[in-house]
């Protein structure tokens, strides 16, 4: 007798009762559709390949605490008596000794981390001590203590928690505070070029450029998405309660202009969201995923399309396809460990090895350790595989930072990795300090200009007349000790 038919049978009681799987969300419906990611692997590193005692920070911020390049991977640390981040070169695993030298010149903890597109040896930072940080890294790692800054940029009344590079602007740096507050900072100058005040009523979760860095897009603690044009000093599109949970949530630009983010339901579920700036009345596509409390971290590759989505506290990194297609957001897999995570950083993809086809590579920190993950594609054949490696955003910039000021945009120029990424000789960053925010210098400089001439060619010639005078006092050292020598024989 069949199942459809004998005495007893569920489906006898209920007529809508179905034999199929259980029903899940549709991010996660087992749809069989054709993606090249659809068996992306992910795997952990061997301990010797991972950075043993580190000291990760314990501040209560929800930032990512990692920051990494093709050259240097960065971790916000514990430190007393201010606030200090780890460099290491990618090579330099293993156990880290406790007397490695840092970056150390903030007073306060540093909240956030973010390497220069443009320049490797480049990384600024933001602290709770309210100022922002810009540091040159020498070219093969610190050999010792780092407290200079290159510039320190002062204008927020606040923590700053959140700093990120203009992607094809050089210099061009903005960074958010708890002062509701957002600077776009000319670094070549060290001025803070464009205050948007008055546009967040509350803290600022996330802020985030587009492709060619014309808007920003930004998730606050009302609850509220803003996409903002920061030269016109104007929003552009808003959409209020875009996830109705009291949780922090995150937003980024996808590369065609679209606006990805993640928040938390008024059930307290985490949830994604794909909306149109041109029309945030309705998102394209919402999915709840579970009732976990850890705020969810994206990552976007917008070569890929793919959406690597970190939660803190999580042992898991789950990746989404976004293309054209309802439902647009395409559940592809997890990635699971026994750890949980404290913080990720994510290698741009001009750091990848594309013979082994790894399309992502995260640094997992842990309490005491970093742990690199590697996602890779597998293929049989050994050739480039230039589906998966279109052309990517190299390093060099598009425009300078006056151009972009002045309004012009730049696209990201594209680089090629058929040969692998080869890095290119990083120029030092140099600052032009503009005398109204140069406070070393007081508002009349300009005017004493020639007395300031005359006074540096006197110190030059004491410095002069001071080595001659060390000169000849060595010579008179050398002849009394040889006469010395001559009465004790």
């Not at 419906?29 to 920070?57: E, M, P, T, W």
């Given at each position: 007798m069949s199942a459809?038919?004998?005495?007893?049978?569920?489906?006898?009681?209920?007529?809508?009762?179905?034999?199929?799987?259980?029903?899940?969300?549709?991010?996660?419906?087992?749809?069989?559709?054709?993606?090249?990611?659809?068996?992306?692997?992910?795997?952990?590193?061997?301990?010797?390949?991972?950075?043993?005692?580190?000291?990760?920070?314990?501040?209560?911020?929800?930032?990512?605490?990692?920051?990494?390049n093709p050259k240097f991977v960065a971790i916000i640390i514990e430190a007393s008596g201010g606030g200090a981040f780890l460099v290491l070169p990618l090579n330099k695993s293993g156990r880290i000794d406790k007397a490695y030298p840092t970056v150390c010149g903030h007073t306060g903890p540093v909240l956030d981390i973010d390497w220069c597109p443009h320049n490797d040896q480049v990384i600024a930072s933001g602290s709770e001590d309210c100022t922002v940080m810009v540091w040159q890294i020498p070219e093969n790692g610190l050999v010792t203590g780092l407290s200079e800054p290159v510039v320190a940029l002062e204008g927020h009344s606040k923590r700053v928690g959140i700093i990120t590079w203009h992607p094809t602007a050089r210099n061009v740096l903005l960074s958010a505070g708890c002062d509701n507050l957002i600077i776009i900072w000319n670094v070549g100058t060290g001025e803070a070029m464009i205050q948007l005040e008055d546009m967040h009523p509350d803290v600022i979760f996330s802020a985030c450029w587009n492709r060619n860095g014309s808007l920003i897009c930004t998730a606050c603690k009302d609850k509220t998405i803003r996409v903002i044009d920061p030269r016109k000093e104007e929003i552009v599109g808003e959409k209020e309660k875009a996830h109705e949970g009291a949780r922090p949530m995150r937003a980024i630009f996808l590369s065609d202009g679209n606006v990805f983010t993640t928040g938390f339901s008024r059930m307290s579920e985490r949830q994604l969201a794909l909306w149109n700036p041109q029309a945030m009345d309705e998102a394209i596509s919402v999915h709840e995923m579970d009732t976990s409390n850890g705020v969810l971290l994206p990552f976007y590759d917008p070569d890929t399309n793919v959406v690597y989505l970190c939660g803190k506290g999580d042992s898991s990194i789950r990746y989404f396809e976004i293309t054209d297609e309802a439902p647009f957001v395409h559940y592809l897999s997890t990635f699971t460990t026994k750890e949980p995570q404290r913080g990720m950083g994510y290698m741009p993809k001009r750091g990848l090895d594309v013979n082994k086809c790894e399309i992502a590579r995260f640094y997992k920190l842990h309490e005491r350790k970093c742990e690199p993950i590697i996602m890779t594609v597998p293929r049989k054949s050994d050739l480039f595989q230039d589906d998966l490696y279109p052309d990517t955003a190299g390093p060099d910039c598009a425009i300078e930072a006056e151009d972009w000021f002045e309004g012009k945009n730049g696209e990201p120029i594209l680089i090629s990795l058929k040969n692998g990424y080869v890095p290119g000789k990083n120029r030092d960053l140099k600052v032009v300090k503009k005398n109204i925010l140069d406070n070393k210098l007081s508002k009349n400089t300009e005017k004493r200009g020639p007395k300031n001439e005359a006074k540096l060619d006197e110190v030059l010639k004491e410095i002069k007349s001071l080595k001659d005078l060390v000169s000849s006092q060595e010579k008179r050292i050398i002849q009394l000790e040889e006469q010395m020598s001559k009465i004790a024989i």
């Open positions: 459809e038919c004998q005495p007893g049978c569920l489906t006898n009681l209920n007529p809508n009762f179905s034999l199929s799987p259980p029903h899940y969300p549709d991010m996660f419906r087992r749809v069989v559709r054709a993606s090249k990611f659809r068996h992306v692997f992910g795997q952990a590193l061997k301990n010797d390949q991972c950075y043993d005692d580190i000291r990760v920070s314990r501040v209560t911020w929800d930032s990512s605490f990692c920051a990494v």
